[in-house]
C-alpha cells in the first residue's frame, strides 16, 4: 500500500477539523477525495505531505511513518497545494530548476526539459511565472510536483479557476501520469472523478463517510425502481407500454420519447427491445436513468 492513515484527528484550538480519520489509497490507484469547503480534506493533504503536524493518529507512507522519517517520505510525494504558491518573478525555467536542485536532482537541464515536455509548458517556458495564464501557472504548479519523480502525487483542487479546456487539459495530464505513479486528489468537480478516478474517498465535518471504488459509490443510495428512458421511431400508447413485462409505471416526456418504470432488481432493457421488435417498432435511444456522483455527494454531505 502507499498510503494508510490511521485514526487521525486535528484540532485548531478547540475546533476539531479532523475525526479519527482512517484509510489506505493503494499503490498504482488515483483516488479522488471528495468534501464540502472545511470538511477537512486540505487538512489531511497536508498531514500526510508533512506540512502541518497530527493532534493524534498514525501516517504511513509506503510503510514509513511521517513522524519519524518526515524527510525520506516527503521524497517520495509531489504536492501541489490547493492555493499553488510560486515564486511570481522567476521565469519557468529557472524555478523549476530551483526546485530541482533542492530536490538534488541529477541532470537538471535534461529533467527540466523533460518535465516541461511533458506538462506542456514549452510556449511559455521562457516567461516569467507572473505573466502566465492561470491555467499554465497550475501547469508549473504540478511540474514542481513532479520534477524530482516522486512515487506519489497529493494534487489539491488541481483545476480550481481553470476554463473549461484548460480542465480537461490538466485532467488528460493527471489521467497520464496516474499510470505510472498514485494519485490522491481533491476537487469540487464531480465529472473529473468519474472521468480520471479508480476510488472515491467523501469526507464530510472530518469524518469519512464513503470509501469504495467510483462504481460501488455509485450504488450506495440504490432506489428500488428504476427508470429507463426510450425513443421510439413512432407513436404508441401508453396501454400499449404498460403491456411490457415488468413495466410499472410510463410517463410520456415529448415526441416519441417516454420514461418507463420498473423494479431495479428486473431489467427492463431486454423485454422493451422484444416489445419493439414484436410491434414493428425501431428503438432510436435507451438509456438507464442512474444517480449522479455529484447527486450522491449532495445526498451522503448533506444527511442530518
Known amino acids: 500500500m502507499s498510503i494508510e492513515v490511521r485514526n487521525l484527528t486535528k484540532f485548531y484550538g478547540k475546533q476539531k477539523a479532523l475525526d479519527n480519520v482512517s484509510f489506505t489509497i493503494e ?21 500526510i505531505t508533512g506540512f502541518i503536524s ?4 498514525q501516517v504511513l507512507v509506503n510503510g514509513l511513518d511521517i513522524d519519524e522519517h518526515e524527510l525520506e517520505v516527503q521524497k517520495m510525494i509531489g504536492y501541489l497545494a490547493e492555493n499553488n ?19 538534488k536532482v541529477k541532470d537538471i537541464k535534461k529533467k527540466v526539459d523533460d518535465i516541461i515536455e511533458l ?4 510556449p511559455e ?16 504548479g504540478l511540474a514542481q510536483a513532479l520534477i524530482h519523480d516522486p512515487e506519489i502525487l497529493i494534487l489539491d483542487e488541481p483545476t480550481s479557476g481553470l476554463d473549461p479546456n484548460q480542465i480537461i487539459e490538466i485532467r488528460n495530464l493527471i489521467k497520464n501520469v ?15 472523478v468519474e472521468a480520471i478516478c479508480d476510488n472515491v474517498i467523501i469526507i464530510n465535518q472530518g469524518k469519512i463517510i464513503a470509501d469504495d471504488t467510483v462504481e460501488n459509490i455509485q450504488q450506495i443510495t440504490k432506489e428500488e425502481y428504476v427508470k429507463i428512458e426510450v425513443e421510439f421511431d413512432k407513436d404508441i400508447t401508453i396501454e400499449m407500454l404498460m403491456s411490457i413485462p415488468g413495466v410499472k409505471k410510463a410517463a410520456h416526456i415529448k415526441g416519441f420519447k417516454w420514461i418507463l418504470t420498473g423494479k431495479s432488481d428486473e431489467d427492463l432493457r431486454p423485454k422493451i427491445f422484444n416489445f419493439a421488435v414484436a410491434n414493428e417498432l425501431t428503438v432510436l435511444s435507451l438509456h438507464k436513468q442512474e444517480k449522479s456522483l455529484e447527486e450522491i455527494f449532495q445526498l451522503l454531505t448533506t444527511k442530518k
Open 54 to 57: 497530527k493532534t493524534e493518529g
Open 27 to 47: 499503490k498504482g490507484s488515483i483516488t479522488g477525495f471528495l468534501g464540502p469547503n472545511g470538511a477537512g480534506k486540505s487538512t489531511t493533504m497536508k498531514i
Open 85 to 103: 504558491p510560486l515564486y511570481l518573478d522567476m521565469f519557468v525555467r529557472e524555478y523549476l530548476s530551483f526546485v530541482a536542485h533542492i530536490y
Open 125 to 140: 517556458q521562457n516567461k516569467k511565472i507572473g505573466e502566465l495564464s492561470k491555467g499554465y501557472r497550475q501547469r508549473v
Open 178 to 192: 496516474g499510470k505510472e505513479k498514485t494519485v490522491m486528489l481533491s476537487t469540487h468537480i464531480m465529472q473529473e
Open 119 to 122: 506538462t506542456g509548458l514549452t
